[in-house]
């Protein structure tokens, strides 16, 4: 079954999930919903004052959660994947990404 399939590859690595939806599906919208069905936990995404504003993190982020606003990353909760691609290719290491477990 191709539910319990995804479940279990979001379980074991949900980096890979991601990742596998981005090329399966190349839609933003799409991979969104993937997230939202299949996501038990929510993450709360924080920017530090160490942001240059230098869009890394915009061009990383496989969901399209993050904008520059006053040349400061801003990240929507509501889809980040907690893929942490945005975490390991900040060079100045200001994202932390907290994982608040649901249920």
């Not at 479940?7 to 599906?25: A, C, G, R």
């Not at 991979?31 to 890394?56: A, V």
């Amino acid at each position: 079954d191709s539910i319990e399939l995804a479940k279990t590859i979001l379980e074991l690595n949900p980096k890979d999930f991601i990742l596998i939806s981005k090329v399966l599906f190349d839609d933003f919208d799409e991979i969104r919903q993937i997230i939202e069905i299949f996501n038990m936990n929510h993450y709360e995404p924080q920017i530090d004052d160490g942001c240059i504003g230098c869009g890394l993190c915009v061009d990383l982020c496989v969901v399209k959660s993050i904008s520059l606003d006053s040349l400061k990353a801003k990240i929507n909760p509501r889809y980040c994947c907690g893929c942490l691609m945005c975490v390991e290719g900040c060079p100045t290491n200001s994202i932390k990404i907290l994982e608040v477990k649901n249920g």
